[in-house]
Each structure stands twice: as C-alpha cells, then as structure tokens.
C-alpha cells in the first residue's frame, strides 16, 4: 500500500496534498494526449443526455456546474437517469450542470484506478488526480486551485460542448472538434501558466478553503462543521483562519456563497429560490438580505444590471469610422 493511500485510509484526512513537479507533469501529459486526440478526430468523448436535470434521485448527486472527466486508467461507471456510461482509459466525460449521477469507480488487472478531473467554482477552477482509496470509491490524491476570473469563458465552452454533443446537424462533428480543442487547451494552459492563488495557503486553511468550495451548497456548513472535519474547534479555527488571511472565516463562506451565487444569475435562467438553495441558503429572503449586503442591490436587481448591460452592448455602434459611427450590420453591395 502508497503512503499516499495509507494516508488517505485515515479518517481526518479531507483532501490530497498539493502538487508536486511530477503530479504536474502528468496532468499536462494527459491533457495534451486528448488535445492530440481531438486535433486528429480520434477523440473518445462522452456526454449524458440531460434527463432528469436538476432532480433530487436517491444515491446521486449533481452539481449547478459542469465537470471534466479524463480517465488515465481504471474505468469509472457514471449512472445517470436513464442510462449508464462506462467512462474507459483515454475516454473524456462531461457531466452537464444539474444531472444527477452516481460514480463508481474500478480497477483493472495491472492497473489501478486514476482520473484527471476539472471542477468549476466561483471563479476558481479545481484540477485534481483521484485515485481508488477503498473498493469502488473515488478519493482526491492532489488538487490545485487556479483562479479564473474568466471563468465564463470555460463555462461557456463545456456548455456548449454539451449542447451540441447530441445534435443531428452536418456541422455537429466539426463544432464538437472545435470546442474539446479550445476547452482541454484552455485548462491545459491554465495548469502551465495559471495563478494558484489558492494553493499558497497550507495545513488547515487550505483545507478549509476546499471544504468551503466543495460544500458550498450544504446549508449547514459553518464554522463548527468545518471544525468538527478538521477535529480542532471553531475558536481555534476561526482565529487561525483571520491570522492567515485577513478575513473571518464566516465572512469568507459567506463571501463564496455570494459569488457563486452571482454567476448563477448571469449565466442561468435558474430561479432565485433555486439559486439560493444551491447556494447553500435553505431561506431564500435570508438569501437575499445577505446578496445585498455583499452586493448592494437585490438579487433580482443583479440579474436585471446585468442584463441592461448586455443590452446597451448590443446597442453600440457596430463599426467605428473616423468620421462617423455605423450601428448596422453592414450593407450588401447589391
């Protein structure tokens, strides 16, 4: 047994360690083999259809984002509502924001479990290696955080991957082509050259940290939760937390609710209530007492700032001349 697995096999353990040079390489490594792969129309990708979106199903789970799953060797079963899809070494899966699935994972003869996944955050984005830590059951080996303020972007690429996966059109093959390239290019060269703002804090914080991201929508994390899994209590943490970052650690949860939150506004046509439960507020006029705090306007004042900007966007002109400004699409010659 690793020492890695023998660590992982204790209880306190919450996460993996951080990256070293080699788990970095091999990251890259696998990213680029399926870049190569797409480039040369050999890719093995697979998508669930989105039955079920946004269902509560017993045994599964699903997240308001989607997930990248790179499958290094092992294979991993994903049940989702109506089928079951056996994800195998080269196969990259992504699972579509909101389906509910249940992940068991094997190993094969001569052959351990191991995956590369992508999670996305609040502007932040998770890579992580996983490894079998117990018969069928996934566990993080190391994680590294990178921070993303362009994160729209990486959700707009895996949404549209999704969206046009299963489409019957001429240009379907060419599209999904197009998109793996431009998605596992983006992640690769955020591994190479991203900032990993997250990764600088050590021991407990950066356990808490991932805790908080990764629980985000469980309504009953706090302080003394996060104390409980990290066996010190909530004092200590909370004072350990502020000494190493500045800020209470009820503000930094409820900081990251509040952004996750409003990317949700921008980028889904989810409603508030729906919003505030993934967020983690079973309340939703609680919800939005605090969005305001952070915020300074509403949750439904967000949403529609928003959108007016977007519309005073589409409203500007569409070419700029030195003499004048053109608000047309332009002009056919005949």
Request: charged share 25%; hydrophobic share 35%.
């Given at each position: 047994?690793?020492?890695?697995?023998?660590?992982?096999?204790?209880?306190?353990?919450?996460?993996?360690?951080?990256?070293?040079?080699?788990?970095?390489?091999?990251?890259?490594?696998?990213?680029?083999?399926?870049?190569?792969?797409?480039?040369?129309?050999?890719?093995?990708?697979?998508?669930?259809?989105?039955?079920?979106?946004?269902?509560?199903?017993?045994?599964?789970?699903?997240?308001?984002?989607?997930?990248?799953?790179?499958?290094?060797?092992?294979?991993?079963?994903?049940?989702?509502?109506?089928?079951?899809?056996?994800?195998?070494?080269?196969?990259?899966?992504?699972?579509?924001?909101?389906?509910?699935?249940?992940?068991?994972?094997?190993?094969?003869?001569?052959?351990?479990?191991?995956?590369?996944?992508?999670?996305?955050?609040?502007?932040?984005?998770?890579?992580?290696?996983?490894?079998?830590?117990?018969?069928?059951?996934?566990?993080?080996?190391?994680?590294?955080?990178?921070?993303?303020?362009?994160?729209?972007?990486?959700?707009?690429?895996?949404?549209?991957?999704?969206?046009?996966?299963?489409?019957?059109?001429?240009?379907?093959?060419?599209?999904?082509?197009?998109?793996?390239?431009?998605?596992?290019?983006?992640?690769?060269?955020?591994?190479?050259?991203?900032?990993?703002?997250?990764?600088?804090?050590?021991?407990?914080?950066?356990?808490?940290?991932?805790?908080?991201?990764?629980?985000?929508?469980?309504?009953?994390?706090?302080?003394?939760?996060?104390?409980?899994?990290?066996?010190?209590?909530?004092?200590?943490?909370?004072?350990?937390?502020?000494?190493?970052?500045g800020e209470k650690l009820t503000h930094y949860i409820?900081?990251?609710?509040?952004?996750?939150?409003?990317?949700?506004?921008?980028?889904?046509?989810?409603?508030?209530?729906?919003?505030?439960?993934?967020?983690?507020?079973?309340?939703?006029?609680?919800?939005?007492?605090?969005?305001?705090?952070?915020?300074?306007?509403?949750?439904?004042?967000?949403?529609?700032?928003?959108?007016?900007?977007?519309?005073?966007?589409?409203?500007?002109?569409?070419?700029?001349?030195?003499?004048?400004?053109?608000?047309?699409?332009?002009?056919?010659?005949?």
């Amino acid at each position: 047994m690793s020492e890695r697995t023998q660590q992982a096999a204790k209880p306190e353990l919450l996460i993996g360690g951080l990256l070293t040079s080699k788990d970095r390489v091999e990251i890259l490594e696998t990213l680029e083999k399926r870049i190569h792969d797409a480039e040369y129309n050999a890719l093995s990708l697979k998508i669930p259809r989105d039955d079920g979106r946004l269902q509560k199903r017993p045994g599964m789970h699903f997240h308001f984002k989607p997930e990248i799953f790179i499958q290094i060797s092992g294979f991993t079963e994903f049940s989702v509502p109506g089928e079951v899809l056996t994800v195998r070494p080269g196969d990259v899966c992504i699972m579509p924001a909101g389906v509910p699935h249940q992940e068991t994972i094997y190993s094969q003869k001569g052959a351990s479990f191991r995956n590369l996944v992508v999670g996305f955050y609040s502007n932040a984005i998770s890579v992580h290696l996983a490894f079998e830590v117990e018969p069928h059951k996934p566990e993080i080996d190391v994680i590294a955080f990178y921070d993303a303020p362009n994160l729209d972007v990486f959700l707009t690429l895996a949404n549209s991957l999704v969206n046009n996966y299963h489409k019957r059109k001429p240009s379907r093959d060419r599209i999904v082509k197009g998109l793996s390239i431009a998605l596992l290019s983006m992640v690769k060269s955020l591994v190479e050259t991203g900032s990993d703002g997250l990764n600088q804090d050590i021991g407990k914080v950066f356990q808490v940290k991932w805790l908080v991201r990764e629980q985000i929508s469980n309504a009953k994390l706090n302080v003394k939760t996060l104390a409980d899994r990290l066996k010190c209590s909530p004092d200590y943490l909370s004072h350990l937390f502020i000494q190493q970052t500045g800020e209470k650690l009820t503000h930094y949860i409820q900081r990251i609710r509040i952004e996750g939150a409003a990317l949700a506004l921008q980028t889904t046509p989810l409603y508030v209530s729906e919003i505030a439960w993934s967020s983690g507020f079973s309340d939703p006029a609680y919800f939005a007492r605090v969005f305001k705090k952070f915020m300074n306007v509403t949750p439904q004042e967000y949403r529609a700032q928003r959108e007016e900007k977007r519309r005073q966007e589409e409203a500007a002109p569409k070419t700029i001349y030195y003499d004048r400004e053109d608000y047309s699409a332009g002009t056919p010659h005949r």
